[in-house]
Protein backbone atom coordinates (compact mmCIF):
# COMPACT_ATOMS: atom_id res chain seq x y z
CA UNK A 1 0.00 0.00 0.00
CA UNK A 2 3.08 2.81 1.04
CA UNK A 3 4.43 2.00 -2.92
CA UNK A 4 1.25 3.73 -3.98
CA UNK A 5 2.76 7.16 -2.27
CA UNK A 6 6.25 6.69 -3.05
CA UNK A 7 8.05 9.08 -5.38
CA UNK A 8 9.81 6.58 -7.76
CA UNK A 9 9.07 5.31 -11.42
CA UNK A 10 7.11 2.13 -9.79
CA UNK A 11 5.43 4.08 -7.66
CA UNK A 12 3.98 6.07 -10.54
CA UNK A 13 3.08 3.38 -12.51
CA UNK A 14 1.27 1.47 -9.63
CA UNK A 15 -0.93 4.57 -9.53
CA UNK A 16 -1.84 4.97 -12.90
CA UNK A 17 -2.40 1.32 -13.13
CA UNK A 18 -4.64 1.12 -9.64
CA UNK A 19 -5.94 4.90 -9.40
CA UNK A 20 -6.44 6.17 -12.96
CA UNK A 21 -7.24 2.55 -13.88
CA UNK A 22 -4.89 2.74 -16.70
CA UNK A 23 -4.94 -0.87 -19.05
CA UNK A 24 -2.42 -3.30 -18.40
CA UNK A 25 0.64 -4.12 -20.66
CA UNK A 26 1.46 -7.11 -22.20
CA UNK A 27 4.57 -8.31 -24.42
CA UNK A 28 3.56 -9.43 -27.30
CA UNK A 29 7.04 -9.48 -28.54
CA UNK A 30 8.09 -12.75 -25.86
CA UNK A 31 5.17 -14.95 -27.84
CA UNK A 32 7.47 -16.06 -30.19
CA UNK A 33 10.65 -16.13 -27.69
CA UNK A 34 12.39 -19.45 -26.94
CA UNK A 35 10.57 -18.93 -23.66
CA UNK A 36 10.86 -22.50 -22.55
CA UNK A 37 7.05 -21.48 -19.80
CA UNK A 38 5.72 -20.25 -23.21
CA UNK A 39 6.89 -23.63 -25.51
CA UNK A 40 5.69 -25.35 -22.78
CA UNK A 41 2.09 -23.78 -22.93
CA UNK A 42 2.05 -24.36 -26.33
CA UNK A 43 2.51 -28.35 -26.41
CA UNK A 44 0.25 -28.80 -23.06
CA UNK A 45 -2.41 -30.81 -24.56
CA UNK A 46 -4.86 -30.92 -21.30
CA UNK A 47 -5.26 -27.07 -22.06
CA UNK A 48 -7.89 -25.70 -24.43
CA UNK A 49 -7.41 -22.73 -26.22
CA UNK A 50 -9.28 -20.96 -24.04
CA UNK A 51 -6.88 -21.62 -21.41
CA UNK A 52 -3.64 -21.27 -23.30
CA UNK A 53 -4.74 -18.14 -23.81
CA UNK A 54 -5.47 -17.07 -20.88
CA UNK A 55 -1.93 -18.48 -19.12
CA UNK A 56 -0.15 -16.95 -22.44
CA UNK A 57 -1.60 -13.37 -21.20
CA UNK A 58 -0.26 -13.56 -17.68
CA UNK A 59 3.15 -15.35 -18.92
CA UNK A 60 3.53 -12.16 -21.17
CA UNK A 61 2.20 -9.68 -18.41
CA UNK A 62 4.40 -6.38 -17.78
CA UNK A 63 1.49 -5.07 -15.29
CA UNK A 64 -0.93 -7.92 -13.98
CA UNK A 65 -3.33 -10.23 -15.88
CA UNK A 66 -6.95 -10.72 -14.78
CA UNK A 67 -8.50 -14.40 -15.59
CA UNK A 68 -12.55 -14.16 -15.82
CA UNK A 69 -14.52 -17.48 -16.27
CA UNK A 70 -18.43 -18.56 -15.45
CA UNK A 71 -18.35 -21.32 -12.85
CA UNK A 72 -16.89 -24.63 -13.80
CA UNK A 73 -15.00 -23.34 -16.87
CA UNK A 74 -11.64 -24.20 -15.67
CA UNK A 75 -9.63 -21.17 -14.23
CA UNK A 76 -8.56 -23.47 -11.16
CA UNK A 77 -7.38 -25.59 -14.01
CA UNK A 78 -5.57 -23.08 -15.37
CA UNK A 79 -3.77 -21.55 -12.59
CA UNK A 80 -2.18 -24.65 -11.47
CA UNK A 81 -0.29 -24.77 -15.39
CA UNK A 82 0.07 -21.27 -15.21
CA UNK A 83 1.78 -21.77 -11.77
CA UNK A 84 3.98 -24.54 -13.45
CA UNK A 85 5.18 -22.26 -16.17
CA UNK A 86 5.88 -19.31 -13.74
CA UNK A 87 7.85 -21.73 -11.26
CA UNK A 88 9.81 -23.20 -14.83
CA UNK A 89 10.96 -19.47 -15.15
CA UNK A 90 12.12 -19.45 -11.90
CA UNK A 91 9.41 -17.07 -10.48
CA UNK A 92 8.10 -16.79 -7.27
CA UNK A 93 4.65 -17.41 -6.82
CA UNK A 94 2.17 -16.32 -3.94
CA UNK A 95 -1.02 -18.18 -3.51
CA UNK A 96 -4.21 -16.62 -2.01
CA UNK A 97 -7.58 -16.21 -2.13
CA UNK A 98 -10.91 -14.97 -1.13
CA UNK A 99 -12.37 -18.17 0.25
CA UNK A 100 -9.67 -21.15 1.73
CA UNK A 101 -11.73 -23.99 -0.27
CA UNK A 102 -10.12 -22.09 -3.21
CA UNK A 103 -7.11 -22.37 -2.55
CA UNK A 104 -7.25 -25.93 -1.06
CA UNK A 105 -8.73 -26.67 -4.56
CA UNK A 106 -5.51 -25.44 -6.53
CA UNK A 107 -3.11 -26.87 -3.56
CA UNK A 108 -4.77 -30.64 -4.29
CA UNK A 109 -4.35 -30.00 -7.92
CA UNK A 110 -0.78 -28.52 -7.96
CA UNK A 111 0.46 -31.46 -5.47
CA UNK A 112 0.44 -33.80 -8.32
CA UNK A 113 1.00 -31.30 -11.13
CA UNK A 114 4.13 -29.09 -9.26
CA UNK A 115 5.96 -31.96 -7.63
CA UNK A 116 8.00 -32.96 -10.70
CA UNK A 117 9.12 -29.23 -11.22
CA UNK A 118 10.70 -29.40 -7.44
CA UNK A 119 12.41 -32.74 -7.97
CA UNK A 120 14.42 -31.24 -11.02
CA UNK A 121 16.40 -29.78 -8.12
CA UNK A 122 17.06 -32.93 -6.73
CA UNK A 123 20.81 -34.38 -6.75
CA UNK A 124 22.06 -37.98 -5.52
CA UNK A 125 18.96 -38.19 -3.35
CA UNK A 126 18.99 -34.72 -1.61
CA UNK A 127 16.39 -32.47 -2.95
CA UNK A 128 16.71 -28.88 -2.82
CA UNK A 129 12.86 -27.81 -2.15
CA UNK A 130 12.62 -24.74 -3.64
CA UNK A 131 10.81 -21.73 -1.65
CA UNK A 132 9.14 -20.71 -5.06
CA UNK A 133 5.43 -21.35 -4.03
CA UNK A 134 4.08 -19.64 -1.54
CA UNK A 135 0.32 -20.39 0.38
CA UNK A 136 -1.58 -17.69 2.22
N1 LIG B 1 -9.10 -28.37 -20.71
C1 LIG B 1 -9.91 -29.17 -20.04
N2 LIG B 1 -10.34 -30.33 -20.59
C2 LIG B 1 -11.18 -31.15 -19.93
N3 LIG B 1 -11.64 -30.92 -18.67
C3 LIG B 1 -11.24 -29.79 -18.06
C4 LIG B 1 -10.36 -28.86 -18.70
N4 LIG B 1 -10.16 -27.83 -17.85
C5 LIG B 1 -10.85 -28.11 -16.74
N5 LIG B 1 -11.51 -29.29 -16.87
C6 LIG B 1 -12.39 -29.93 -15.87
O1 LIG B 1 -13.54 -29.11 -15.68
C7 LIG B 1 -13.93 -29.13 -14.31
C8 LIG B 1 -13.97 -27.68 -13.77
O2 LIG B 1 -12.64 -27.18 -13.81
P1 LIG B 1 -12.10 -26.14 -12.74
O3 LIG B 1 -12.36 -26.61 -11.35
O4 LIG B 1 -10.70 -25.81 -13.11
O5 LIG B 1 -13.07 -24.91 -13.05
P2 LIG B 1 -13.29 -23.54 -12.24
O6 LIG B 1 -13.61 -22.50 -13.27
O7 LIG B 1 -12.12 -23.27 -11.37
O8 LIG B 1 -14.55 -23.91 -11.38
P3 LIG B 1 -15.24 -23.05 -10.18
O9 LIG B 1 -15.63 -21.73 -10.77
O10 LIG B 1 -16.43 -23.88 -9.83
O11 LIG B 1 -14.22 -22.94 -9.09
C9 LIG B 1 -12.93 -30.02 -13.58
O12 LIG B 1 -13.47 -31.30 -13.46
C10 LIG B 1 -11.72 -30.03 -14.50
O13 LIG B 1 -10.97 -31.22 -14.36
Redo the contacts with the bound molecule.
Keep these: MVQLFLLSAQSDRLRKLIVDLEAPRFDSGSILSQDPAISYIWSEK???AD?RRAIIKILTAKDYALIL????????????YAVKALLMRGASVLLTSYTNS?VD?LLI?LKTQVISVFTTSCKENECNWSPSLAVI
Design positions: NLNQGMPGTGKTSTMVVNK
